[in-house]
Antibody, heavy 117, light 108 residues
Framework: QVQLQESGPGLVKPSQTLSFTCTVS??????????WSWIRQHPGKGLEWIGYIHYSGGADYNPSLKSRVTISVDTSKNQFSLKLRSVTAADTAVYYC?????????WGQGTLVSVSS | EIVLTQSPGTLSLSPGERATLSCRASQSVSSSYLAWYQQKPGQAPRLLIYGASSRATGIPDRFSGSGSGTDFTLTISRLEPEDFAVYYCQQFGSSQLTFGGGTKVEIK
């Protein structure tokens, strides 16, 4: 059974960089041709796709966030990561990692990040 | 960007009743790339339906999806107590992925 676990800070100051790592267990991040994604959910709101990456390194991003986002993968650690630069209060959300690029069948439990000074 | 509009915003029903949820796209969506998710408070979304009509692993057959083009439907044939939740549709096309705003199915 594939499991995903996000790790990262719960609080980030405005203008700083938000960094998250997702650790995949129960399977190799580089097998099966899967893509690995980040999705966020603002408090009490709907879901927003951030971007995805393939284990080979190919990535694609939501155009609305593309200028501030980098997703990377570390196959040796079975992890993929998210960096979101120049954060503001509008980036306060629950951040999820998930398996897939156009349908998401496994999700992490989600981590709330607050952007505040 | 393809905008997905879900209706109604809230559906008030009793256990045992049938639930019909709508997802309308601002332009045509490939059925292969239309999915539905269920989300309960404090939990991550759970994949229910992919490819517009295929049930994900372990999803009961009371959940069914249908539709094509710009109009898609999720039907729950007989609501069980554990089905009261928020449901989201999601599409992928032209390297852009969007979710609908959600429909909350609440106990009447």
């Amino acid at each position: 059974q594939v499991q995903l676990q996000e790790s990262g800070p719960g609080l980030v100051k405005p203008s700083q960089t938000l960094s998250f790592t997702c650790t995949v267990s129960g399977g190799s991040i580089s097998s099966g041709g899967y893509f690995w994604s980040w999705i966020r959910q603002h408090p009490g709101k709907g879901l927003e796709w951030i971007g995805y990456i393939h284990y080979s390194g190919g990535a694609d991003y939501n155009p609305s966030l593309k200028s501030r986002v980098t997703i990377s993968v570390d196959t040796s650690k079975n992890q993929f990561s998210l960096k979101l630069r120049s954060v503001t209060a509008a980036d306060t959300a629950v951040y999820y990692c998930a398996r897939g690029n156009y349908v998401f069948d496994y999700w992490g439990q989600g981590t709330l990040v607050s952007v505040s000074s | 960007e393809i905008v997905l509009t879900q209706s109604p915003g809230t559906l008030s029903l009793s256990p045992g009743e049938r639930a019909t949820l709508s997802c309308r796209a601002s332009q045509s969506v490939s059925s292969s790339y239309l999915a539905w998710y269920q989300q309960k408070p404090g939990q991550a979304p759970r994949l229910l339906i992919y490819g517009a009509s295929s049930r994900a692993t372990g999803i009961p057959d009371r959940f069914s999806g249908s539709g094509s083009g710009t109009d898609f439907t999720l039907t729950i044939s007989r609501l069980e107590p554990e089905d009261f939740a928020v449901y989201y549709c999601q599409q992928f096309g032209s390297s852009q992925l969007t979710f609908g705003g959600g429909t909350k199915v609440e106990i009447k």
